[in-house]
C-alpha cells in the first residue's frame, strides 16, 4: 500500500489531453512539494516535474503539474505514442523523522 | 554530465546481507548540497524509496527499511553504498541509486521542502534466492 494513492491506469488517444491524479496527506503533498517521474518499459525513471510545476531542461511543455491542498496532478496535452510509460507521484513526508514517499505509479497507454 | 552507476552481486542468500555500491562519475559527490539515494523496484510493482546519505554523513531512511538498512559515502572514491542485512525474497528487486537536490523554503509563515531526484542510475538486478 502506498502513501500516495494514483489510479494504476489511464489511457487516451494521440493528441488527446490526459490526467493523472495524486493523492496524499497533510504530513507529504499538504507540507511539501510534489515531483513526478517517467519510466519508460524497461528502463530507469526519469524526472519529469519538480516543485510542483517545473520542467526540467528536455522535458517537454505538453507536460504540466499542479498541486492543491494535499493533491497533486500531472497533465499531457497532445498526448504521443512515446508517452505510453508509467508515471509516478513522490513527496517528501515529515513524519518519522522524514523520508521520501511514492504513488504506487499510474500505467499510461496511448490507444 | 554526473552518471551513477550501481554494481554488486545480483544474487544474494537469504538471511545474507545485501551489498551495492553507486559510483558517480562527471562531479564530485561532494560538491553541490546533494543527497545521495538508494531506491528500489521488485518486478511488475512500484517503486520503494530506501534511504539517503549526505556526504557529511548525515542519513535519512524508509522507516519500514530501517532496522535493516545502512547507507555510506566513500568521498574519496566519489561511490556511495548500501547495505540490507537480513534479506528475504520479498528484497528481489532492481536497485537504482540517484542524486537528491533538496532545497528548504522558509517564508514567514510556513516552511517547506524541496527535494526530488534529477539523476538515475540505471539500476541494478538483485535476485534473493538459495
Known amino acids: 500500500q502506498s502513501v500516495l494513492t494514483q489510479p494504476p491506469s489511464a489511457s487516451g488517444t494521440p493528441g488527446q489531453r490526459v490526467t493523472i491524479s495524486c493523492s496524499g496527506s497533510?504530513?507529504?503533498?499538504?507540507?511539501?512539494?510534489v515531483n513526478w517521474y517517467q519510466q519508460l518499459p524497461g528502463t530507469a525513471p526519469k524526472l519529469l516535474i519538480y516543485?510542483?510545476?517545473q520542467r526540467p531542461s528536455g522535458v517537454p511543455d505538453r507536460f504540466s503539474g499542479s498541486k492543491s491542498g494535499t493533491s497533486a496532478s500531472l497533465a499531457i496535452s497532445g498526448l504521443q505514442s512515446e508517452d505510453e510509460a508509467d508515471y509516478y507521484c513522490a513527496a517528501w513526508d515529515d513524519s518519522l523523522n522524514g523520508h521520501v514517499v511514492f504513488g504506487g505509479g499510474t500505467k499510461l497507454t496511448v490507444l | 554530465q554526473v552518471q551513477l552507476q550501481e554494481s554488486g552481486p545480483g544474487l544474494v542468500k537469504p538471511s545474507q546481507t545485501l551489498s551495492l555500491t553507486c559510483t558517480v562519475s562527471g562531479g564530485s559527490i561532494s560538491s553541490g548540497s546533494y543527497y545521495w539515494s538508494w531506491i528500489r523496484q521488485p518486478a511488475g510493482k512500484g517503486l520503494e524509496w530506501i534511504g539517503r546519505?549526505?556526504?557529511?554523513?548525515?542519513?535519512n531512511y524508509n522507516p519500514s527499511l530501517k532496522s535493516r538498512v545502512t547507507i555510506s559515502v566513500d568521498t574519496s572514491k566519489n561511490q556511495f553504498s548500501l547495505k540490507l542485512s537480513s534479506v528475504t525474497a520479498a528484497d528481489t528487486a532492481v536497485y537504482y541509486c540517484?542524486?537528491?537536490?533538496?532545497?528548504?523554503?522558509?517564508?514567514?509563515?510556513?516552511?517547506?521542502?524541496?527535494?526530488?531526484?534529477?539523476?538515475w542510475g540505471k539500476g541494478t538486478t538483485v535476485t534473493v534466492s538459495s
Open positions: 497533510s504530513s507529504n503533498i499538504g507540507s511539501n512539494t
Open positions: 516543485s510542483n510545476n
Open positions: 540517484a542524486r537528491d537536490r533538496r532545497k528548504t523554503i522558509n517564508l514567514p509563515v510556513t516552511t517547506y521542502v524541496i527535494d526530488y531526484m534529477d539523476v
Open positions: 546519505i549526505y556526504t557529511s554523513g548525515s542519513t
